[in-house]
């Protein structure tokens, strides 16, 4: 049999038949229709605008988030979680039923037990115990709601890092601020409505991962500010060009994406929009924003922040004035925490480096009303280990216990959750597992942790993935 070919005005003739027109126009007018219908209620703007405000599930205690990620590890034994008997069984062996099958990442389980370096005592009303490193801490303790009694999957730094922000330890999956701007859109005209920094003396082993947004569309994805200068690279006009100029090449620009976008509806194309009007927009807004030194000298001093030299205080003043401008979430990365050995130098600095901005963030918030609305989160992806490393002064990675801290946005404050055993190796009262956090902080912003989905590759996908469940003990 020939094939049958089809000439120009059989495909012309073709290209108006009746099954065409039903076929094509149907949907066409059905979109009319459907669009009609969703001006009247309003959903146009986010059809149009992904990042329009979204209503969340029910009503939220809190309306940004500040998350003060400490990547690394913390040592809560350090910090937060005194253990007297492992100071009076330091250097001895842990018993063997203890550590059986218990995986580390680099020592032997069976290593010598290391007590605490630090000296600690209560504080505030609450009188929760902290390390005489957190001097500053200790000034907001009443503030704060201490979880005492976290684990995770994870045992190394990636997997760890991407458990805690995206739910998984494996690469993919929406990081926690892609997931909250993609249920509440953000109120922030001329910046991203989800903002990174990196602090420390380099950046999160999860690398951007922990930032992405995975398999929702890129217009959720954090953006990475600089810690001085233009915040992000390019943002400023070369020799040349004016505003005029790039405002009319900005326009023909965005008429033709549009053209494109509703011929395919290829929700990236909408991302390469918004992308390129941020970045218009944040050339005005960007300079005024990074210029702390118009901040009162009361409040530099208090955070402890000097403008012009980059640091964790810096950045952490430049998270409140990102919240004050309506950016949804704001992430914190300090990686500096890994001590392997010369815990105590190193743990040491990274307290005088992070203690006093931490509290002065608090305070901050508090005087300004902004503390009901803001949820602040400190915490890294997982503890240490009781067993010593590099000689005497070093922990390993340990995903059994650690501590992070939580205040703001609906956070009963003064209160300390959880308990870990004689010598913090495991948690034996409220354990709370990283997706039952993730819970809580989606909860505290208005959403059913198991109704935010999103459908891909056959499946409705959530942060909390199939897990979780609310620490009710942490709601206000």
Avoid at 186 to 207: I, M, Q
Wanted: glycine content about 10%.
């Amino acid at each position: 049999m020939k094939p049958q070919y089809r000439s120009q005005e059989d495909e012309q003739a073709g290209q108006i038949s009746r099954r065409w027109f039903i076929e094509q126009c149907g949907v066409g007018m059905g979109a009319l229709a459907l669009n009609h219908l969703l001006a009247d209620s309003g959903y146009a703007q986010q059809a149009n605008n992904p990042l329009a405000v979204k209503k969340p599930h029910h009503a939220p205690k809190a309306k940004n988030v500040i998350f003060l990620f400490m990547a690394g590890g913390p040592s809560h034994m350090e910090l937060f979680d005194y253990k007297p008997q492992l100071a009076k069984f330091d250097g001895t062996l842990p018993p063997p039923d203890l550590i059986k099958g218990y995986r580390a990442a680099f020592i032997n389980p069976s290593s010598k037990l290391l007590g605490p370096k630090f000296k600690f005592s209560k504080y505030g009303q609450c009188g929760a115990e902290l390390s005489e490193l957190l001097p500053y801490t200790a000034q907001i303790v009443d503030d704060i709601a201490i979880v005492k009694s976290m684990v995770t999957d994870a045992f190394n730094h990636a997997p760890g890092q991407l458990m805690m922000n995206t739910g998984s330890i494996i690469f993919g999956r929406p990081s926690m601020g892609s997931w909250v701007i993609y249920g509440l859109g953000s109120e922030a005209e001329d910046l991203p409505a989800f903002v990174v920094f990196s602090t420390g003396s380099k950046g999160p082993s999860g690398g951007n991962s922990c930032w992405g947004s995975g398999f929702l569309p890129t217009v959720y994805q954090g953006v990475q500010f600089r810690n001085i200068g233009d915040p992000v690279l390019y943002l400023s006009n070369p020799r040349g060009v004016d505003g005029k100029l790039q405002r009319d090449s900005l326009d023909v620009i965005s008429k033709l994406n549009k053209m494109r976008l509703d011929v395919v509806g290829d929700p990236e194309i909408a991302t390469r929009i918004n992308s390129y009007e941020m970045a218009f927009k944040m050339q005005s807004s960007a300079p005024e924003l990074m210029d702390i030194s118009k901040e009162p000298k009361q409040i530099l001093e208090m955070y402890g922040a000097e403008p012009g030299k980059p640091s964790f205080a810096n950045t952490v003043l430049m998270a409140r004035r990102l919240i004050e401008r309506g950016v949804r979430f704001v992430q914190i990365y300090h990686e500096a925490w890994d001590q392997h050995g010369s815990l105590v130098k190193d743990i040491t600095k990274n307290c005088k480096d992070t203690d006093q901005a931490c509290a002065a963030l608090i305070k901050d918030l508090k005087q300004r009303g902004m503390l009901k609305d803001t949820l602040v989160v400190w915490g890294g992806e997982f503890g240490r280990t009781p067993m010593v490393q590099g000689g005497d002064d070093g922990r390993d990675h340990h995903p059994n216990a650690f501590t992070i801290w939580l205040t703001g946005g609906g956070v009963k404050p003064g209160i300390t959750i959880g308990e870990t055993d004689d010598i913090g190796f495991n948690v034996v009262k409220d354990r709370v597992h990283v997706h039952d956090l993730q819970a809580t902080i989606l909860h505290l912003l208005g959403f059913d942790h198991e109704k935010l989905t999103y459908r891909f590759q056959g499946r409705d996908f959530r942060l909390t993935d199939v897990h979780g469940m609310l620490v009710e003990k942490l709601l206000a």
